[in-house]
């Protein structure tokens, strides 16, 4: 009589599911703001994140806060726009912030927390 072999399936968890699309959304994000830094880059400025994609708890709900800095006024609201895009592309809602409308201290955090795109782990 020859033996018969019963698979074991072993499923992930809730939390090991939850967890692993965590990672990749977070990884798209990161793509999506160095994808969106060309746009930055091409202005003459450069993108700094901040909030959950910099500082942690980046999360199903979670946008992308940018600011947009070294772009002169005139131009840097064009230039939000197109970044703005560039993430909404990627599938992504996103706060854009010109430098010149960054409050003193939401300007300190960025100094502080911010983190430049291809700085993003």
């Known amino acids: 009589m020859s033996e018969r072999r019963t698979a074991i399936h072993s499923y992930p968890t809730f939390d090991e599911l939850r967890s692993r699309r965590l990672a990749e959304r977070r990884a798209a994000a990161v793509r999506a703001v160095r994808d969106a830094e060309k746009v930055a880059a091409a202005a003459g400025g450069r993108l700094v994140v901040?909030?959950?994609?910099?500082?942690?708890?980046?999360?199903?709900?979670?946008?992308?806060?940018?600011?947009?800095?070294?772009?002169?006024?005139?131009?840097?609201?064009?230039?939000?726009?197109?970044?703005?895009?560039?993430?909404?592309?990627?599938?992504?809602?996103?706060?854009?912030?010109?430098?010149?409308?960054?409050?003193?201290?939401?300007?300190?955090?960025?100094?502080?927390?911010?983190?430049?795109?291809?700085?993003?782990?």
Do not use: Y
């Open 50 to 121: 901040f909030g959950s994609l910099a500082e942690g708890g980046f999360d199903e709900r979670s946008d992308i806060d940018v600011a947009l800095m070294a772009v002169p006024a005139g131009r840097d609201g064009d230039v939000a726009l197109d970044v703005e895009l560039a993430l909404a592309d990627a599938g992504f809602t996103a706060d854009v912030i010109p430098e010149r409308f960054l409050s003193e201290s939401l300007r300190n955090r960025i100094a502080e927390r911010g983190i430049e795109p291809g700085a993003l782990g």
